[in-house]
């Protein structure tokens, strides 16, 4: 059974914060007029949080333009992905929480216009980023199609985020990124491994030049690029995923050999992980949604 995802991915340059949403209302609006059949729109990192500072006065700036999520932002983020009737992540925004914290969240509308998810980054990049850590793991369901991961940026590089959206049913993982710096080329490295290693899509979306260094991708569950930017300009990358493919893959096995989700068995001693003050038991090894489970 095919379970087709189509996408549009915006590498484009961060929106200064003082611009108004229409002229984002605009920008997506272009998008799914180029390609109607888009599905899905994601756009990078701190898209619509753009500030003209560095340091210190740059996060300032930041905690001057974080709301919560049931303030205006998100009511207008939301009445534009109805009105087009397409889910929309518009990248992450600055979200005030309620004791003051100063967020790095993803969010998530759907169709009817409704906030269905919101993912507050966990591992800012420090010192650099001012954001207080989130605590949890999110996903989100798209009816008929699929279930969706989110990461943002600099979690790609701690391979329990993505591990533990892929055992909680995760089969495409999206990761806004808002990466100046030369690093990207490990990102990319980083994006292929985790696809492999969790069996899952990955969309790793980067912000363009001249602040960030672009480099766009889709990942299939086997690693192969499907699509990419291959360098920093601004540009709007279109694919079509099958879901259905992290089930073949899955079931088959990487290449037809390796099938990781089926390693263990129920006889297995458990593993420690020192590390985490926790263990592997292979009774719940499995991911949500995965035939053995």
């Keep these: 059974m095919s379970r087709p995802l189509p996408l549009a991915l915006a590498q484009l340059p961060s929106v200064p914060a003082n611009t108004q949403l ?5 920008e997506v609006e272009s998008i ?3 390609f109607p059949d888009t599905r899905m729109a994601v756009f990078p990192e701190l898209h619509l949080c753009g500030v003209d500072a560095l340091g210190a006065q740059a996060h300032e700036q ?8 049931d303030g205006p932002r998100v009511k207008a983020l939301g009445e534009l992905a109805g009105d087009l009737g397409m889910w929309l992540l518009p990248g992450t925004v600055c979200e005030r929480g309620p004791e003051g914290q100063l967020y790095n969240t993803a969010v998530v509308f759907s169709p009817e216009g409704r906030l269905t998810a919101s993912y507050r980054k966990i591992f800012p990049w420090r010192p650099s980023e001012p954001y207080d850590p989130g605590d949890r793991f999110v996903v989100f369901d798209i009816p008929g199609t699929g279930r969706i991961g989110l990461s943002i940026c600099f979690d790609a590089w701690f391979p329990e985020v993505a591990r533990h959206l892929a055992w909680m049913g995760a089969e495409v993982i999206v990761n806004p990124v808002m990466t100046t710096t030369a690093d990207r080329a490990q990102e990319v490295v980083l994006a292929r491994a985790n696809a492999i290693v969790n069996q899952v899509y990955v969309v790793s979306v980067n912000t363009a030049g001249p602040l960030g260094r672009g480099h766009s991708l889709v990942v299939d ?4 690029v499907r699509a990419e930017a291959t360098g920093d300009g601004s540009t709007i990358l279109t694919d079509v995923i099958d879901l259905d493919d992290v089930t073949r893959v899955r079931k088959h096995g990487t290449a037809g050999v390796t099938r990781i989700w089926d390693h263990f068995s129920d006889d297995d001693a458990p593993i420690d992980l020192p590390l985490y003050d926790g263990r592997i038991n292979p009774r719940t090894w499995r991911p949500h949604g995965h035939p053995t489970a």
């Design 221 to 224: 569950p086997e690693g192969r």
């Design 32 to 34: 799914r007029s180029r």
């Design 62 to 69: 930041l905690r001057e333009i974080a709301e919560p999520l």
């Design 22 to 26: 229409r002229d984002f209302a605009a």
